[in-house]
């Protein structure tokens, strides 16, 4: 995915996918508690973007499935392509939430939180 070629809401929905990563980052380096409370509603963020994200653009892949007149391999490969493209917030998000709850979890054994 170019990200030239992505929408205003596909770039805000990467955008909320990282976020979760962002503040993680920041608590391994100093972990606080407020730091540590704020993981849940950003991940939750995360999760929802990431998403709808995705199902906004099999959203679009089946729009424009609907506006073909006929079929053909180049529309196929068109399709399987947007398809793909719609899944990248879904990975993003996923992918940075997993690395973001590592980060916790590893601030959290360096603050002695689990002892």
């Given at each position: 995915?170019?990200?030239?070629h ?5 770039l ?17 380096i100093?972990p606080?508690?407020?730091r ?10 995360g999760?929802f973007?990431?998403?709808t994200?995705?199902a906004?653009?099999f959203?679009?892949v ?7 007149t ?14 793909a493209e ?19 979890a ?6 002695g939180?689990y002892?």
């Amino acid at each position: 995915m170019e990200l030239r070629h992505a929408g205003g809401f596909a770039l805000l929905t990467l955008m909320v996918d990282l976020a979760p990563l962002i503040m993680a980052t920041l608590y391994v380096i100093r972990p606080t508690d407020a730091r540590l409370a704020l993981m849940r509603p950003l991940s939750l963020a995360g999760l929802f973007a990431g998403l709808t994200g995705g199902a906004l653009g099999f959203l679009q892949v089946f729009q424009g499935i609907g506006l073909l007149t006929e079929f053909s391999a180049s529309h196929f490969n068109r399709i399987a392509a947007g398809a793909a493209e719609s899944l990248v917030p879904l990975f993003v998000g996923f992918a940075s939430l997993a690395a973001a709850w590592l980060l916790v979890a590893a601030g959290m054994a360096r603050s002695g939180t689990y002892r």
